[in-house]
């Protein structure tokens, strides 16, 4: 099979598969939430209330690019910038700034129609993941958990993230562990999933599933993806999945 990249159609480039693919030998879908199933990366808007944009968006752009390869420092330098931002300011980036992506309830649904499990793995917040799963009606989540003292307005943040029972920060590798983990309690394969991202840190799973999407995603990304959708919805991904 040809490894060189061949564009499908206008912004739909595959490699190293033979399209069309059948949606249903595959059994789990994992997607990244920030920049891939929504349009904005949380952290960033997030620090806008704060006055700081600009400084955690750089740190942002540097980890997807895979400038910076430690992403659970990067994201602690982040969310130490956000101390003091309120639980209403939180609500104020989901309602005015978070959108769902073009594409991706159709896809998910499709995914769901052909009896795929879905599952969310981000790093990014529970705050929004949550939220995002409810609206997609997906079924796993993971996320971080930003720690958040009670304060006059409701309550803020204090700049920390909150460790769980698996860790303390999803990263790469963290999303790598759990799409497999996830897969080998519903006795999935690791071939049988598919995996989708826009940043270096989604490599590591991409590259443990059976098929690996790039999503409007970073050069470094798009040049290891076997499937890149550069333009259009997600649910481009059903032109080369049948």
């Known amino acids: ?21 059948a949606l249903k030998n595959f059994k789990l879908i994992a997607f990244d939430m ?22 955690v968006a ?11 390869t430690d992403f659970k420092d990067s994201l602690r330098q982040r969310v130490a910038l956000l101390r003091g931002v309120t639980m ?13 992506n073009p594409g991706a309830l159709e896809l998910v649904r499709a995914c769901q129609a052909a009896g795929l499990k879905t599952l ?16 997609l009606g997906i079924d ?3 996320a971080n958990v930003l720690e958040v003292r009670s304060s006059t307005n409701c309550g803020e943040l204090t700049g920390r993230l909150v460790d769980q029972a698996w860790g303390d920060i999803c ?40 098929l690996s999407v790039a999503y409007h995603a970073k050069p470094a990304v798009r040049a290891q993806a076997q499937v890149a959708i550069n333009q259009g919805g997600l649910d481009r991904l059903l032109e080369v999945l049948r």
Not at 2 to 12: A, D, N, R, Y
């Open 120 to 135: 969310l793995v981000s790093g990014g917040f529970t705050f929004f993941a949550h939220r995002v799963r409810e609206q």
């Open 88 to 100: 209403a300011d939180l609500e104020r980036v989901y309602s005015e700034r978070l959108r769902i």
């Open 34 to 55: 920030d920049s891939t199933l929504i349009n904005i990366e949380c952290v960033d808007e997030i620090a806008d209330f704060v006055g700081c944009k600009a400084e």
């Open 171 to 210: 990263d790469g590798a963290e999303k790598r562990r759990t799409l497999l983990e996830v897969a080998s309690l519903l006795g999935i394969e690791p071939d049988e999933c598919i995996a989708m991202g826009d940043g270096a840190n989604d490599l590591p799973m991409m590259h443990a599933s059976g």
């Open 58 to 68: 750089a740190i942002t752009e540097a980890a997807m690019q895979g400038v910076i």
């Open 140 to 142: 796993f989540v993971r």
């Open 1 to 21: 099979m040809s490894h060189t990249p061949t564009e499908l159609s206008p912004g739909l480039v595959v490699q190293g598969i033979k399209p069309p693919l």
